[in-house]
């Protein structure tokens, strides 16, 4: 991979290697765009193939991060952090404490925070070194059941945009995944007074949460999911699900929920999904929630302003289900046109200098 090629393609500012001797800590950080704010994306820990798996992971990763605070109104640019090792031996103190005093060597134009084997524990050491991380023990919390609230909104919005209203009582939904964020969307739906909820999972202990909490909440196999007869397919587990095989499975008029990268192939899957007439609420604005949290959380963090913030990812989505009907475009795409269209504005008023 010719990475400066890469780089040029897609608009990314800067590739940092960072290694130290004392711990063993080895590592990139990708800044992918800093318009609108600090490159903030969290640190995900993983024992990756080789170098290169772990590089193309960060710069995908980041420049999604971009994308997703332009669509959710951050001021906030896209950058991630790829850590290269076992996370069952490698983590300590020290081991996140030099990760801390890089991140703080960028001094402040990446932020970062929690992600796959990093944990809220994790950050505390980070920011024993630095300012510039977030997911706090004891300030923002878990993220789950506000990224689920958001996906809650998404659906209303959807249900808006597809049938004309967004009482969520008059229809039925298929869950799949109720670990953290599918959990509370599903209690989320209840409160609502959804019609039907049927969901899957392969994890016993969630099985058996729901069926004791929720009899109400039908438990069917993991590869019935698509096909249910509902209105709303709602992808709470892993990515890539929506792919050759299961689209054509697929009853329900609309998709959305709270996972990341839903569609295998953005392109020919989004477009699939719209030729099918089935409108998908794409992933990186509906599932915002958590980034919305976490960004308040750098400010003065107030659970009602986040709880407003969150809400309007219901408008969100319905200005770019409309862009994706005017332009013709699958809503994936049109996602990613109206999170360019922010930045490319914001760059804009940036042009004549104010003093402040
Ligand atoms: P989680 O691991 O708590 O829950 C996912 C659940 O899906 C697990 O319980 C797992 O057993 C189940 N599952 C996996 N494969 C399945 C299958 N084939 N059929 C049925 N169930 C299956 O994760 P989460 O935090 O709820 O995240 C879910 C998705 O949402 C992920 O894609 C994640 O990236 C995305 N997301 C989460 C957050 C957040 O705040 N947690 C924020 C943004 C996006």
Not at 272 to 297: C, Q, T
Request: glycine letters at 8%; proline letters at 3%; hydrophobic letters at 40%.
């Amino acid at each position: 991979m010719n990475k400066f090629e890469y780089m040029e393609r897609y608009g990314f500012e800067q590739i940092i290697y960072f290694y130290d001797k004392a711990t063993g800590l080895k590592g990139v950080t990708v800044i992918h765009d800093t318009t609108l704010g600090p490159a903030l994306g969290g640190t995900r820990l993983w024992n990756y193939a080789s170098e290169e798996d772990a590089v193309i992971d960060c710069l995908r990763l980041a420049r999604g991060m971009t994308y997703k605070s332009a669509a959710a109104g951050l001021n906030l640019g896209g950058g991630k952090t790829v850590l290269i090792g076992d996370p069952n031996k490698v983590k300590s103190e020290a081991y996140f404490r030099a990760l801390g005093r890089y991140v703080q060597s960028l001094n402040g134009r990446y932020i970062t925070a929690e992600d796959v084997n990093t944990n809220t524990k994790d950050m505390d050491y980070i920011r024993m070194e630095t300012d510039y991380v977030s997911g706090i023990e004891g300030k923002s919390g878990n993220p789950s059941p506000l990224t689920a609230l958001g996906a809650f909104h998404g659906i209303r919005a959807s249900l808006k945009f597809k049938f004309g209203t967004d009482d969520v009582s008059r229809y039925s939904y298929a869950v799949q995944g109720a670990g953290q964020t599918g959990y509370y969307l599903i209690q989320y739906l209840l409160e609502a007074g959804a019609k039907k909820i049927y969901f899957t999972e392969i994890n016993d202990r969630h099985i058996k949460r729901m069926k004791d909490e929720h009899p109400e909440v039908i438990f069917v196999a993991p590869d019935a999911i698509f096909s249910q007869e509902v209105d709303v397919l709602v992808p709470c587990a892993l990515g890539a699900v929506l792919n050759d095989q299961s689209i054509p499975q697929i009853k329900a008029k609309i998709v959305a929920g709270t996972a990341n990268n839903v569609l295998a192939d953005e392109d020919k899957h989004g477009n699939m999904l719209r030729d099918l007439g089935i409108l998908y609420a794409p992933d990186f604005v509906i599932n915002a929630g958590g980034v919305i949290n976490v960004y308040h959380e750098l400010h003065d963090y107030n659970i009602h302003a986040v709880h407003k913030d969150i809400e309007k990812i219901y408008d969100r989505l319905l200005e770019i289900f409309q862009i994706a009907q005017e332009q013709k475009i699958n809503t994936q795409e049109a996602a990613k046109v109206y999170a360019r269209n922010r930045i490319a504005m914001i760059q804009q008023i940036h042009a004549n200098y104010i003093k402040r």
